[in-house]
């Protein structure tokens, strides 16, 4: 016969964030009394090191054989106090947690209804608790390999790194060669080094590395799997997306050693489809150029001398800065242009466009010395290594910073004139110029949502690509074993970009080092004595885990498939499938227990 | 007056101003005049007072709203003029030109003042059916066409072209009253809720779906301001362009011109016939306020025998006729230099004959600025629908 329960309940502070709302020293009280309960505790911050320790020493001292952790959201410290019911001796799936933050304090401003509700949801969670069966963690082993999706700096850098931690890469680049936007830059912030320079080695490197596989002109169509084991089909030849070649009848083929290739060997261009197992994918596929026909008072597309930063540095790498209506003599720069602007939707800052503008500017003085420079701002932002110094030469070197973005520009004979204010004068002005750079800002891809969808990845308000938590979680998402690196997450510079990809590939790494992955252990199970064998089942789960048994017209469960999402308990017209963990008996007592 | 700034900085949002010069950088009169608006939103910020008497350049604000435009914060520094002069009229201390504009509207129903029984003496014999009696399109003719002589020209021209699309429309006869676009922008706030009380009232009343409006200026309030329960607001550019669109309005020739100035030296033809060469300027509150910018140009695309140049600065940059905000009854501060003497300049450059509007008081400030620059042996300032008129207008 099975031990009674005895249970321990834990209720969390939260600092202030449950206890304001919440009269936590009641519902312990209120919890001590229910049945099965043998200590009820309140303390500040259950997830720190000695609320775990609580819970860990009553298991041990009081023979505690189940644990109700009153606090956060399960998707929150879940794992963290099953952990230390695991560390206290028993089984982890002897703990039930009851969320009192976000479906109670959070919400309620009425501190007695709040209270109240608490303690319903706690009697609730004792409930389902004493009915808790034990299960075993399970594993899963993985596809070595990833797939690097964007073959610009952060892709190829994360490619390479996991790379060399010796595991195949299969590189997806939608154009014909590698390199990404950087290869239209001529020199970088804050050292001039030459792009070429940079980038050609690393291209170099990727293209020869035995690990790497290049797919040029080529999509990813279709993701399916989970972390370690994702099936990624890549369309070479196609456009968009997950849209692959056709209904062409093209088949898939035995993957070569390299598809395409960059630096003038003949692309493979010929349509065809790769099916790829791998166990992460890193997301690296950039940004699109704010197009500033969409600020149509400042007159790009309509005067020659107005043009993007973009279009300067071609300029700039070809030492010419001729053709223009008028011989060059004022230079003027215009920063800010489609960022930090609700006008066009982009309240970010775009963050490289202040320091490109220095080393422009810079540019720009030496190759005409005779020529007035001026850089119009609202703030200068140089927050880079070596990055306030270079703003600080790019002064030295007579570059004229004025405070006061420009509104306006219109034509007066050959050259433009720059509506402002200078706001430091306080008045406003009109400056004519033989040249307007715009600093064009960054913005999410428009291919964003196709790639978003297929990922299902979601997208921050800013519309580039989520990460899972801002400061503690920047390259993961909430896909598990997708990562992200480079400007799909966010406006950065080319340092900020290959850290970033380098954390994507070594986060992208641990599956494939560790070789297995974790599965859902609360999965569903056939009681094959009731089942009649009518397959409701295998037709609702979206993951393919029931099939029927060809021998004994039963249904069976592939454990390792099943996500546990329980579509297939509630479909059984028999009763005969059981969701472990969230046994029908398990929840009837949660829910008498909440209007008994 | 001192005023306390922290409670309007609040009210109008003001905290999001980065101060990056945007909006005293694209403000037309900020080039001629002292007014800042930047540098007032900064005093909102940083100083405990105003002390708002001590700037009339307050009034030199003709609402043109390109700040509001141009503002990368969305902070609506537009808003704080009106706010600001909402406090100079409240103690009295405003223009006595402004007194009396507003003291007509509120016991005339206009402007000018002008007998309130004179309001539909424009139709000048025309048969127009009174809204009340049930209209599909309800016809909201406006202050300045319903009385200026000049002005009338084009409700006169409206209704004809209405009636030659077969289009169901009436007006509201001497029951109009003023829309109170430049009431509020005035800073008479509690007059122009009065207005939007009545006025609301009685254009729900008449049961239309459509309310089209002669002016820019009451197509945006109507528009932007009053709350119609579900009544489309289109500026009469956006219908003209609709029925020419649909067939329904159909030009016969070209624009039969009594005069045609335009010299040979400049593209023009001497007069006679031979293609109309036409420049049109954005109102702002139809252009950069509402962003009407394609149709008035259909229409005058589909004139025959019309031929469409455009100034430098059109669409997003026309340049401010200086006829909003309450400026068509006070000068503001520079008296020299005015805007629309730029404008006429500019229009003659492209080498039109034709000055083309579809606002009421750019054509009276452009027309009147034809005259003072000497221009008017080449440039006639027209609203686009006399040019319609002229092309439609067979049998009288």
Known sequence: MEPQPRIGVYICHCGTNIAATVDVEQVAEFASHLPHVVVARHYMYMCSDPGQALITQDIKEQGLNRVVVASCSPTMHEPTFRGATREGGINPYFMQMANIREQCSWVHTDREGATEKAKSLVASAVAKAALLEPLEDREVGVTLGAVVIGGGVAGMVAALDVADAGFPVYLVEKSDHLGGRVADLNRVFPTLELVADLLEPLIERVQTHPNVTVFLNAHVVEVEGYVGNFEVTVGVGSREYGVGNGEDGLGQRPLPNRVGNGGGETSNLEPETHQLSVGSIIVATGYDVFDPHRKPELGYGQYPNVITSLEMERRLAAGDLTGFPKPVRSVAFIQCVGSRDAQVGNLYCSRVCCMYTAKQARLVRELLPEARVTVFFIDVRTFGKGAEEFYDEARAKEVRYRRGNVSEIYRRDGRVVLVAEDTLLGRPIEFEADLVVLAVGMEPRSDTAALSRLLKLPRSADGFFMECHPKLRPVDTVVDGVFLAGCCQGPKDIPDTVAQAKAAASSALIPLIRGTVPVESATAVVEPELCAGCGMCVDVCPYGAPALDPLWGVSRINAVLCKGCGACAVACPSKAIRMQHFTAEQILAQVDALVG | ?396
């Open chain 2, 1 to 396: 007056m001192a005023l306390k700034t922290e409670p309007m900085a609040e009210e109008l949002e003001l905290f999001g101003c980065i101060q990056c010069g945007k909006c005293t950088g694209g403000c037309p009169v900020a080039r001629k005049t002292v007014l800042n608006i930047r540098s007032l939103i900064y005093q909102m910020l940083v100083e405990p007072e105003m002390d708002v008497s001590a700037h009339p350049e307050l009034w030199d604000c003709t609402s043109c709203f390109t700040c509001v435009e141009r503002c990368p914060k969305d902070v609506r520094p537009a808003e704080l003029i009106i706010g600001l002069r909402g406090q100079l009229v409240e103690s009295g201390r405003i223009p006595e030109t402004i007194g009396a504009a507003l003291m007509g509207i509120f016991r005339q129903g206009n402007p000018s003042g002008m007998a309130r029984e004179d309001r539909a003496a424009w139709v000048n014999g025309t048969a127009v059916k009174a809204a009340q009696k049930g209209c599909e399109t309800l016809y909201f003719v406006g202050c300045i066409p319903s009385y200026d002589p000049r002005v009338q020209v084009v409700p006169r021209a409206l209704v004809k072209a209405f009636a030659a699309a077969g289009l169901d429309f009436g007006t509201l006869g001497t029951e109009e009253s003023c829309c109170g676009n430049e009431v509020r922008r005035m800073g008479e706030a509690g007059l122009f809720e009065m207005l939007v009380e009545e006025n609301s009232e009685l254009i729900r009343g008449v049961g239309a779906s459509r309310l089209v409006t002669t002016s820019p200026h009451c197509f945006n309030t109507f528009k932007n301001e009053y709350s119609l329960d579900g009544i489309e607001v289109l500026h009469y550019t956006q219908l003209i362009a609709e029925l020419i669109e649909q067939g329904r309005l159909k030009f016969s020739h070209p624009p039969n011109l009594p005069e045609r100035p335009s010299p040979p030296e400049l593209g023009g033809t001497g007069g006679g016939r031979g293609k109309i060469i036409v420049t049109y300027h954005d109102p702002c509150f139809l252009g950069k306020q509402n962003h009407i910018f394609d149709e008035p140009r259909a229409i005058l695309k589909a004139i025959p025998g019309v031929k469409l140049v455009e100034m430098d600065r059109n669409r997003e940059r026309s340049l401010c006729c200086e006829g909003g905000g309450g400026r068509m009854w006070t000068e503001g501060t520079n008296l020299e230099e005015r805007l629309a003497f730029q404008r006429v300049h500019e229009a003659a450059e492209t080498g039109a004959e034709i000055l083309a509007v579809a606002c009421p008081f750019c054509l009276l400030t452009l027309e009147d600025a034809v005259k003072v620059q000497g221009l008017d042996d080449r440039l006639q300032v027209m609203d686009i629908m006399e040019l319609v008129e002229m092309a439609i207008d067979d049998d009288e």
